[in-house]
């Protein structure tokens, strides 16, 4: 079995194993002309509803079952998600697998960014794969609602983990009818999460990151961004952690475009 995640040189000897489903999310432009041999690429806007306000919330199961049908989902197969950006959409993709009750998989560590400058195999192939058949079914145990984050707020039980930038968190920058953060949030932007020395790793002292700010895993934590995209990220930070953890798929573009929710700016 392979580790949730999983460094370039270990996944090398695995290429052409056909146990393995390898995802690429990387850019369609990268993808066409570099990509990890035998890879099926995969549009951020397959994984999302598109549905304003909040366009990050999960898809219908019709489409979701449509996708995955599309890209030969097999739950036997051990499925490995990278992208070029430093994890942000391929943790959005750990978090689906979550969803469909899938517990086969891998994230790349550093992505492409890693990938290419460790020298490993690359191909320009299109790849396509034979269409299969699901019959999935959601766990909402891993998905978070807007009234689950108002009940924690009475109860003081859970950690909200905000993975937007400080300006949106403080309400400077704004991308909903109202800005600002959940009362009592913890923010630690997504890319703080990141070791770009490392070629996009995740931080080799991220929990030791994580504590300074107060999310020590202790609580249950939801995590949330602007549209689940960053905090598929920092889901699956804390999914490697073994924190228990949720995310937030209508994140702020849900919360901030309510105007009965509660909100502080500073």
Known sequence: MLPLL???????????????LIIDLCNTELYQQVHLPGAIHVTPQELVSGIAPAVGKLPSLARLQAFFNRIGYDSDKHIIVYDDEGGGWAGRFIWTLDVIGHDKMSYLDGGMHAWLAEKLPVSNEINETTPTNTNLTIDHAYIASQQDILDSLDKHDTDIWDARSALEYTGQRQSSARSGHIPGAINLDWMDTIDQARNFRIRADIKQVLASHGISGNKPIITHCQTHHRSGLTYLIGKILGFDIRAYDGSWAEWGNDPTTPIETS
């Open 6 to 20: 999983l460094e370039p040189a270990a996944l090398g000897k695995h290429l052409g194993d056909e146990n393995i």
